[in-house]
């Protein structure tokens, strides 16, 4: 007889759950797993599918959902044979559907392998705080919040994106009060509707989009004002088509972008749109970032990046129309410039900027709501296991502050450069490396691959 072998995976929300789906489904019954989740009556939804905001469309079709690279369709086919979910809409595989449906569907495939697995798989409602060394040879010890101690062979971190960092010095979010949020999953967006007070939100991306949809959805009528550096908006999703192009394995940042426009260029002369050819690229974006020169990605991240990211991640054409909609009624509108300071006032706050041409500029509003984005330098995060870790060597925070170093499994390099024996991070942590990373069909194809790996005994 011989004592089984523990994976933990740090964190329950979509990449953690997906990856524990995946390592029960490989069948080893000599391997326990232990799932560690912070939130409480959110695992399997995180963040990102939690179903907090009343409008919150996926931006990854429906169609393109699924759990498995072999069957991608899965999730869709899933919405098909359950009641509640197709009947009151226009669906099909094309569709943006709500995030909400998402957890439900990883919440059912959990449901369903940890009754076919029996006693393999528990969930703990903790939170990990430190791993060190244990005493056996590939051995961990995870220390808990509540005091617990776990030992394991194998270690998945699966901490999902980091809250925004603030864009206010803590003296101004102290005068500020309520009338900041600096987490904009967790806002009230029914009371904030409730208010019918202007609307101030930092930032125009998806995030953005979500909250002022929601803000609609719950019948605010005020303005909602977005503001940010460029004020560029998401582009717009088209009907997907298949186009097979060709793209080098490796290549200068700037032969990349030629090529890119050269192919956009071609595929519309075929009738196809340049939304085809982002997606084409997408599945060669990592090699093409490993490949880049630290003073290229440097580039990339100061000149190009916002550009990118508005053509990557894309809005649904109902969350386009929405915005339009509520623009020509006057209320809502984007800005762009230089933010300056915010003055606090016993009824309202003046957020002043300075504007095209250095014209200085303000806006008036009742709220302001923190939409930047993730913050990725976890040295000024709130994850004390990643600040722990770091401290300790056992992970690296990348120089460009995108995530932490991370292998070509995605096992943790440590600050000697020597991987951390079978602990893998998966998602938004293997930026560094890989870039295209944060996405459903990405870490899916991870999560099979780190799954694959642990059954087979781990590197």
């Known amino acids: 007889m011989y004592d089984k072998k523990t994976a933990v995976i740090v964190g329950g929300g979509a990449a953690g759950i997906i990856t524990a789906i995946h390592l029960l489904r490989q069948g080893n019954d000599d391997i326990n797993l232990v799932i560690v989740d912070k939130s409480k009556g959110n695992l399997c939804r995180g963040i990102a599918f939690a179903g907090n905001l009343p409008f919150a469309p996926l931006n990854v079709a429906a ?23 197709l009947e009151n809409g226009n669906y099909n595989a094309g569709s943006y559907v709500p995030r909400k449906w998402f957890g439900d569907y990883l919440e059912d495939a959990l449901q369903r392998e940890q009754a076919r697995c029996g006693n393999r798989c528990r969930v703990l409602n903790d939170e990990v705080d430190d791993i060190d060394l244990g005493p056996g040879v590939n051995q961990y010890s995870l220390k808990l919040k509540s005091g617990t101690q776990l030992a394991a062979q194998y270690i998945v971190i699966a901490t999902g994106n980091e809250l925004p960092m603030h864009i206010f010095d803590n003296t101004t979010i102290e005068k500020l009060g309520g009338r900041y949020i600096g987490n904009p999953w967790h ?97 060669h974006t990592p ?33 386009a129309k929405m915005l339009q909609e509520l623009e020509a009624a006057g209320k809502f509108v984007v800005v762009s410039g230089r933010a300056k300071g915010v003055e606090v006032m016993d009824d309202r706050i003046v957020f002043n900027y300075t504007g095209r041409g ?27 296991l990643m600040v722990n870790l770091m401290a300790k060597g056992m992970a690296v925070q990348d120089e460009l502050k995108l995530g932490i170093k991370t292998g070509r499994h995605g096992e943790l390099l440590q600050g000697n450069n020597e991987p951390l024996t079978n602990v893998y991070a998966i998602g938004g942590l293997r930026k560094p490396a890989e870039w295209e990373t944060v996405a459903i069909p990405e870490i899916r194809a991870q999560a099979e691959a780190i799954s694959a790996l642990i059954s087979s005994g781990g590197l």
């Not at 880049?292 to 894309?314: A, G």
């Not at 200085?360 to 995060?381: F, M, Q, W």
């Open 63 to 85: 169609g393109k959902m699924g759990l498995s690279s072999i069957k991608p369709d899965d999730f869709y086919c899933w919405l098909q044979s359950k009641p509640g979910y």
């Open 187 to 283: 806002c009230n967006i029914s009371s904030l509707a409730e208010q019918q007070g202007d609307v101030l939100i930092i930032g125009t991306g998806l995030s953005m989009v979500d909250i002022a949809g929601s803000l609609n959805y719950c019948g605010h009528r005020a303005k909602i004002t977005a503001f940010s550096r460029r004020g560029l908006l998401p582009q717009i999703h088209t009907q997907p088509n298949e186009i097979t192009l060709s793209w080098p394995s490796q290549a200068s940042l700037h032969e990349v972008f030629n090529l890119l426009r050269g192919n956009i260029a071609q595929a519309q002369l075929n009738s196809y749109a340049w939304q085809d050819v982002i997606d084409s690229l997408r599945a």
């Open 287 to 319: 090699g093409l970032w490993q490949g880049f020169s630290v003073q290229e990605k440097q580039t990339f991240l100061r000149y190009l990046r916002v550009y990118w990211d508005i053509h990557r991640h894309r809005m649904p054409a109902e969350s």
């Open 358 to 384: 250095g014209k200085p500029a303000s806006v008036t509003a009742g709220v302001i709501i923190n939409c930047v984005g993730p913050n990725s330098d976890y040295s000024k995060s709130g994850n004390l």
